[in-house]
């Protein structure tokens, strides 16, 4: 089945830096790819999302970018804030699983002021 | 709407008691899906439905009963549970396009579950 590597597991930035998550995968049929964001006893937030179609998709301050060949995607957020402190799941699926995520192990980000 | 809701919030419960978690939405969402998620680690998955038939049972052990009344409404029955089944339950929507494509999960805020 489907494995998908997280790192790094904690990562602590200066307000206004940025922070970079990495995640590969295993399965080369996975073909899509969500960031989840999730806060102190808050369920998980989906805050942008790759299709393997795409190499690179931008929401204001966040960006993933996937390199099929490679078996990876990444997650940028420039000009971090402390409200971007959270943990951050990547994951992948593929229609043939019937749409099961498999997700990477977190990583803790913590945006200091 | 855009939510997904889900109670209780909190629940604790004796191994010998039967207890329920609710979940629904009201996105017209036709795949649901339970997650269980321990402290530190990401969400795994349960079950999932489509249509309110179930597509996917991650060999679950049967003191858990997932259960799916409509096309809102997702149950997940809770029996003889031991204390490592202490965790936080999450239930997920999502549409299924036609063709069995799906897309984004929608996550609810969780059930923080403690068994004695």
């Known amino acids: 089945g489907e494995n998908v590597e997280q790192h790094p597991s904690t990562l602590s930035v200066q307000e206004g830096d940025s922070a970079v998550i990495k995640c590969t995968y295993s399965?080369?049929?996975?073909?899509?790819f969500p960031w989840y964001k999730q806060e102190l006893g808050k369920g998980p937030q989906l805050i942008i999302d790759?299709?393997?179609?795409?190499g690179e998709k931008k929401d204001q301050r966040i960006a993933v970018t996937l390199n099929k060949t490679a078996k990876h995607f990444s997650l940028h957020i420039t000009e971090t804030q402390p409200e971007d402190s959270a943990v951050y799941f990547c994951?992948?699926?593929?229609?043939?699983?019937?749409?099961?995520?498999?997700f990477g192990g977190g990583t803790r980000v913590l945006v200091k002021p | 709407d855009t939510e997904v809701t889900q109670t209780p919030k909190h629940l604790v419960m004796g191994m010998t008691n039967k207890k329920s978690l609710k979940c629904e939405q009201h996105?017209?969402?036709?795949?649901m899906y339970w997650y269980k998620q321990k402290a530190k680690k990401p969400p795994e998955l349960m079950f999932v439905?489509?249509?309110?038939?179930?597509?996917i049972n991650e060999s679950v052990p049967s003191r858990f009963s997932p259960e799916c009344p409509n096309s809102s409404l997702l149950n997940l029955h809770l029996h003889a549970l031991q204390p490592e089944d202490s965790a936080l339950y999450l239930c997920?929507?999502?549409?299924?396009?036609?063709?069995?494509?799906?897309?984004?999960?929608?996550f609810g805020p969780g059930t923080r579950l403690t068994v004695l």
């Open positions: 997920a929507s999502s549409q299924v396009f036609a063709g069995g494509s799906y897309n984004e999960q929608f």
């Open positions: 399965d080369s049929a996975s073909n899509y």
């Open positions: 790759i299709r393997s179609n795409v």
């Open positions: 994951a992948a699926s593929k229609k043939a699983a019937g749409n099961k995520l498999t």
């Open positions: 996105m017209g969402h036709r795949a």
């Open positions: 439905y489509s249509y309110e038939k179930l597509s």
